[in-house]
Structure formats: structure tokens, C-alpha cells
């Protein structure tokens, strides 16, 4: 990728963090009002602003820290819609609730840049800045309510738990850095005497990361901080830190794919391309592919069958973010044959189906869920799509796009992660998350029919803020209008099984030498 200009790549991220600057700035001046009814629409626009310009932003690297292409221009895009339908959420229910003070919109923007540097991060350092943004902003914000002790608990256990994995991925980069010289993801050398160095840096980078998107067995935290935060933040955290979290997995396990292989042109990859597998140095590579498809499935396993037995709609949320994590896992497998592409483009194409569907699906039910968020259960649920059509109908179309129902960019992101596999020729693992899929869409229906069941008890009502009926209409079209671009973030999945030697492959093999080569001068 070539070297990008500054200020046309920094734009978007740049407007989100004014707004929330100037949320901040505006929100010791404003009345308890007033604060729930003018920063929502501050923020609001510098979002959709960030998003504009996010479709105009300049392709290539800057200095291999920072990196925009194809796949990362939709992923953040993916960050913005899923932080505007979570400002439209916390508008209504924190102004239902009377929650004193405005300083949730402006935590959310700056959580929304932190997500955004992860999606573009190219460095392991820029990663870590990323990270620690998005989850301050975010430990504040599960402790929200600061007088339920479920908040409190959610709180100690998400910080404390974070604060241990954020130093295990800063001890994977400093081993890392000690095997390259480098902290860079891709590396065209790579010292033989240092490999094992090297490997083991790289596994506690990914352990570091597989506890920030919640996978088996690094997922104990996530019921309970789902379950202690607002609901408009459960959302939120749901999706973006996914995105953030994935995107930095799937860039991390490209470049270490291309290295191990012999294949790294050097420089910054393209996430939208694929890489060629060969056989050289994949030895060490193809048990840790292994260990993460194991992975994969346990999570399927244990969040979609922990899932069913719920009744609190934000611990159903929790699991099946779990079993989700556990198909993007499976998007990570390395092709069967070597000479092969791997690519992750279904990777990217399920993160943006999950982020929108997700965040709105948690802001719709914000709404319905009375004060305090006291009808988070199943039963408080019941007859709520007949008392309050609009946001029965969005959270009911949302749904669907997570279960995987078509026609929706969800079906269509378990789909193209399926026709991988297969491609790969994971022909049996394929089939067994298929058949997790079924019983994933399972607690969604429940949910759907008892949203929309007959019931004798008076259901609560909501008004409608304009915010949140524009958000949640824009995500709900997204749901389906994005179902026309299933190539649209870089090449088609089904190419990763082409033959050797394709036009598909942009990354050039090198010489076997590469990899014994001396590593660069520190």
C-alpha cells in the first residue's frame, strides 16, 4: 500500500473526536434538559459528518502505523452507524430515566475513535492507544449507574479483567519487538535463531485481543458486563469493541500468515487482498490455526446453548456476542491445500452485519425497556411490538439480521463465512456451525414472538425521538440495502480457493531465504 496523505486519511476519526470535545466542553453549561436533548444531536453530527467523509478518505499508510483500505473504510463506517444508533439509544433512555449529566454522549464518541484506531491500526503500539481509548471510555460507561450494585460488580470485574489482558498484549509486543526490532504487523525478515521468540509474542498478542471480543475461554467477563450496563451500552460495546478486536485479529493473522509462509512483500497489506499459504514455516502456524478453529467452536457451542436458558434479554445478548465471536474465529482457517489464498473478506463483510444490526437492535429495545432498563427480562417484553409498532418493527427486523434469517446482511455474513469454509475445504466444520446457526436463530425467535404475543397486561409506551427514529430507519435499510454489495469490501471469499498462481494474489511469493534473513537494525 502506498504511503497516504495526512489529513484527507485523519478526517473522519478527527470530526469524531471534535464532537466529543465539544460534547464535553458543552455539557457543564447545559441544564438536566437540556443536556439529553442537544448534545444527542451534537454528537449525531459530527457522526454523520465522520461518516461522510469516511467513504472519501484517502487510501494507503501512514508511515505503517495507521492504514485505510477498502475493508477498513466500511468497518469503521460500520463504528460510526453503530455509535449514531447508540447516542439515539442513551438519548432515550437516559432522559427517560433523568440521569443527571450529559458526559455519556461524549464517553461514546471517544470510544468510537479508540474503535476506529483499532480498525486502522497497522502497528501493534497504535493498537494498544486504540484500545485503551475505547475501553476507558467504556469502563466508565458500564458503570454508568453508579447506586446498582450489578453496575458496580460489572464494572470491577470488566476493569480488573481488562487491565490483566491489556498487559499480556503489551508483553506479546515487547517479545515481538525483541524477536524483528520492529512493532509493526508486517515483517519482510525474520531471524531464524528468534522464531520461537517471535511465535510466542505473536500467540500473547492474539490471547490479549481474543479477551477483548469475548472468546471461549476468555469470555467470563461478558454476561456480567453486559448484563451491569445500560442497555443502549450493551449495545454499543457489542459492537465496536467487535469490530475493533476482529479487525486487529484478522490484520495480525494476515501478516503472520504472509511471514510464515515466505510471502510478505514487506510493507502494509492490503485487508482486502489475499495471501498466498505456502509450506514454509507453516508448521508452527498450522497449530495455532488449529487452536483458534477450536476455539471458534467452543464458542459457538457454549454461547448459543447458554443463550437458550436465558430470560434477561441483555444475557442473551452476551451469549450469543459469544457464539458471534465464534463464527468470526472460523472466518480465520487457513486453507487445506497449501498454494492457496487465504482471504478474509468474509471476515469483514460479517463484522459490518454484526456492528449495525447489533447496536441497533440494543437501541430499539433501550426503548422499550422502561425506566431504569426494568424490562430487560422476557416477560416485561411481551405485547411490547403492538403497544409501540415502530420500534417493534426495528428491533424485529434487527433480530433477524443477527439470527441470520434472510433477507438480511446478516444471512448473507454467515453465508459467504460458510462458502469459505467449504472453499478451504473445512467441509465438516461448515456443517457444524450450520447447524449452530439454527440453534442460534432459536432465543431470537423467542424473542420475536413474545415481542409481538397478545398479552392481557397493559404494556409500557415510549415516545419517539426524532434521533431515533431517523437512526434506527437508516441502520434498518442498511440491513437490507447492503445485501446488494456482498463483494463490496475487497475480493470475493469464494476466490480464496482459486488456483496457485491466480490474478487474485497480490502478494508476490518470496524466497524461503526471507524468512532466515537478518532482521533489521534496531
Known amino acids: 500500500m502506498p504511503t497516504a496523505d495526512l489529513f484527507p486519511m485523519l478526517v473522519p476519526m478527527s470530526l469524531v473526536l471534535i464532537g466529543a470535545l465539544v460534547a464535553l466542553g458543552f455539557e457543564p453549561f447545559l441544564q438536566r434538559a437540556s443536556k439529553h436533548a442537544i448534545i ?43 455509535a449514531l444508533c447508540s447516542i439515539a439509544g442513551l438519548q432515550q433512555s437516559l432522559s427517560r430515566d433523568e440521569y443527571p449529566g450529559g458526559e455519556s454522549y461524549a464517553l461514546t464518541l471517544f ?11 497497522n502497528d501493534s503500539l497504535a493498537l494498544f492507544a486504540g484500545i485503551e481509548l475505547a475501553s476507558l471510555s467504556i469502563y466508565a460507561m458500564v458503570g454508568l449507574r453508579r447506586s446498582r450494585p450489578e453496575s458496580n460488580e460489572a464494572l470491577f470485574k470488566y476493569f480488573i479483567m481488562g487491565s490483566v489482558f491489556s498487559a499480556i498484549y503489551l508483553y506479546g509486543t515487547a517479545l515481538t519487538y525483541g524477536a524483528t526490532g520492529h512493532t509493526n504487523f508486517g515483517y519482510a525478515a525474520l ?43 450493551t449495545g454499543f460495546m457489542g459492537a465496536v469493541i467487535k469490530v475493533g478486536g476482529f479487525t486487529a485479529i ?24 489475499a ?7 507453516m508448521v508452527s502456524l498450522e497449530k495455532l490455526n488449529l487452536a483458534l478453529l477450536v476455539l471458534g467452536l467452543l464458542s459457538l457451542v457454549l454461547g448459543n446453548f447458554s443463550a437458550l436458558k436465558q430470560t434477561s434479554a441483555r444475557r442473551i445478548v452476551a451469549y450469543s456476542s459469544i457464539a458471534h465471536a465464534g463464527y468470526m474465529m472460523l472466518a480465520l482457517a487457513l486453507p487445506t491445500s497449501t498454494g492457496e489464498l487465504l482471504s478474509l473478506n468474509s471476515l469483514w463483510y460479517y463484522l459490518v452485519a454484526y456492528a449495525i444490526a447489533t447496536a441497533g437492535a440494543l437501541a430499539a429495545f ?4 422502561g425506566k431504569d432498563d426494568a424490562g430487560d427480562n422476557l416477560s416485561s417484553l411481551a405485547g411490547q411490538g403492538r403497544a409501540q409498532p415502530f ?132
Not at 493473522?253 to 482486502?272: C, F, K, Q
Not at 495471501?275 to 514455516?281: E, I, P, R, S
Request: hydrophobic share 60%.
Open 191 to 233: 531471524d531464524i535463531n528468534h522464531q520461537t521468540l517471535f511465535y510466542v509474542g505473536q500467540v500473547l498478542m492474539l490471547i490479549g485481543l481474543l479477551f477483548k471480543v469475548g472468546v471461549v475461554p476468555f469470555h467470563f467477563w461478558a454476561p456480567d458486563a453486559y448484563t451491569g450496563a445500560p442497555i443502549a451500552v
Open 391 to 522: 420500534y417493534g418493527l426495528m428491533l424485529t427486523i434487527f433480530l433477524i439480521s443477527i439470527a441470520g434469517i434472510p433477507p438480511t446482511i446478516g444471512f448473507l455474513g454467515k453465508f459467504l463465512v460458510f462458502a469459505d469454509l467449504v472453499h478451504k475445504g473445512k467441509m465438516m466444520i461448515a456443517i457444524f456451525a450450520m447447524v449452530m446457526a439454527v440453534v442460534g436463530a432459536a432465543y431470537y425467535i423467542r424473542m420475536i414472538v413474545t415481542l409481538w404475543a397478545a398479552t392481557n397486561k397493559e404494556p409500557q409506551t415510549a415516545s419517539s425521538p426524532v434521533l431515533a427514529r431517523w437512526a434506527l430507519s437508516a441502520a434498518a435499510i442498511a440491513v437490507f440495502a447492503l445485501m446488494a454489495w456482498p463483494n463490496a469490501l475487497g475480493k470475493s471469499s469464494a476466490q480464496s480457493g482459486a488456483a496457485p498462481g491466480a490474478k487474485t494474489a497480490v502478494v508476490a511469493p518470496a524466497a524461503p531465504a526471507a524468512l532466515i534473513a537478518a532482521p533489521t537494525p534496531r
Open 366 to 369: 433501550a426503548a422499550i425497556s
Open 250 to 273: 484478522g490484520a495480525l493473522w494476515l501478516n503472520l500468515v504472509a511471514m510464515s509462509s515466505g510471502t510478505h512483500p514487506g510493507g502494509v497489506l492490503n485487508l482486502g487482498e
Open 111 to 121: 470510544a468510537t475513535v479508540g474503535a476506529m484506531v483499532m480498525t486502522m491500526a
Open 275 to 281: 495471501v498466498t499459504v505456502t509450506q514454509v514455516g
Open 40 to 82: 444527542p444531536w451534537l454528537a449525531a453530527g459530527f457522526l454523520v459528518a465522520a461518516g461522510l467523509a469516511q467513504f472519501g478518505a484517502t487510501t494507503g499508510h501512514l508511515h505503517g502505523l495507521l492504514a485505510m483500505d477498502t475493508p477498513r473504510m466500511w468497518l469503521c463506517g460500520a463504528i460510526i452507524a453503530a
